[in-house]
């Protein structure tokens, strides 16, 4: 996913948005699985990429509930200076949805 941040942001947009979304449920079992582990490192990995798909596809409501999973299971170690940065990063779809309620 980190690799698929710099294509999602380049002409390998639309080829890279294909491809995660044929592998979507992947990532997501990928994403709860790291995310049982505490595995904030490679969290961090995907951030960027999934909120990105989500914004773009106009998945708000999955993306946010995705996210706040992340804000739920990692609040407890916040202490953490990555987990932090997850649960921060994790707060923008929320955040989206709290201004553009309609989407």
């Avoid at 491809?19 to 709860?32: G, M």
């Avoid at 904030?40 to 951030?47: G, M, Y």
């Avoid at 706040?68 to 609040?75: F, V």
């Amino acid at each position: 996913m980190q690799q698929s941040w710099a294509h999602l942001r380049n002409r390998r947009q639309q080829a890279t948005l294909v491809a995660i979304e044929q592998e979507i449920e992947n990532i997501r079992i990928a994403w709860r699985y790291l995310l049982a582990q505490r595995n904030s490192p490679e969290l961090l990995k995907f951030v960027d990429s999934i909120w990105f798909v989500y914004e773009i596809r106009g998945w708000h409501r999955a993306g946010i509930d995705l996210f706040d999973e992340a804000i739920e299971k990692l609040r407890p170690v916040s202490g953490e200076d990555e987990a932090g940065l997850v649960l921060a990063k994790s707060q923008a779809p929320a955040i989206s949805a709290v201004i553009c309620p309609n989407t």
